[in-house]
C-alpha cells in the first residue's frame, strides 16, 4: 500500500482467509466455496466509526475530539449540521494491509482515573476493530481536556 494521505480515503485489503478450491462443476459446491473467494476491503472511515462509537462507549469519556474538532462541532450544531462529522471525530486509523494504527483523542469527565479510562478505551476499540478479522497494531489515547461539571 502506499504512504498515508489524511486528505483521501485509505483502503485496506483483506485476502481470503481460505484459499479458494473452485468446484469442477456447478451445483452445492458452487455455493458452498463462493464465501471464500475475493478480497474483502474496509475505508478508512469504517474503521474509525468502530473505533469512535467504541470509545465512546466507555465510562468517564465525556466526548471526542480536540480543542478544534469540538470548535467546529458546535459551530455545526448551530447552523443545524449536528450529525456532521460526529461519526469519526476524534479518531483516525491508518491501515496497512490488515494492520491499523488508531489515534483517540478524548475529553475525560472530572473525577476518572485517566490510567483507567484510557486503558479501557484501549481494549474496547482493539476487541471491537478486531471483530471484523483485522490487526491493531496500537492504539494511542490523548486525553485533550478534562470535562468540569
Do not use: C, W
Not at 46 to 56: D, L, S
Not at 103 to 113: F, M, N, R, S
Not at 118 to 141: K, P
Amino acid at each position: 500500500m502506499s504512504d498515508f494521505h489524511p486528505d483521501r480515503t485509505q483502503e485496506m485489503f483483506l485476502p481470503a482467509v481460505v484459499p479458494a478450491d473452485p468446484p469442477r462443476h456447478g451445483g452445492a459446491e458452487v455455493i458452498e466455496v463462493a464465501a471464500y473467494r475475493g478480497d474483502t476491503k474496509f475505508e478508512r472511515e469504517v474503521i474509525e466509526k468502530v473505533a469512535a462509537a467504541a470509545a465512546r462507549s466507555v465510562p468517564g469519556v465525556a466526548e471526542l475530539g480536540g480543542d478544534v474538532a469540538r470548535f467546529f462541532n458546535a459551530v455545526l450544531d448551530r447552523v443545524g449540521l449536528d450529525k456532521v462529522g460526529d461519526a469519526t471525530r476524534g479518531v483516525s486509523a491508518r491501515v496497512d494491509g490488515i494492520d491499523v494504527e488508531i489515534t483517540v483523542v478524548l475529553v475525560i469527565a472530572a473525577g476518572e482515573i485517566e490510567s483507567e479510562v484510557t486503558a479501557a478505551v484501549r481494549t474496547r476499540v482493539i476487541e471491537a476493530v478486531e471483530r471484523y478479522g483485522l490487526h491493531v497494531s496500537g492504539v494511542d489515547v490523548r486525553v485533550d481536556d478534562i470535562l468540569l461539571h
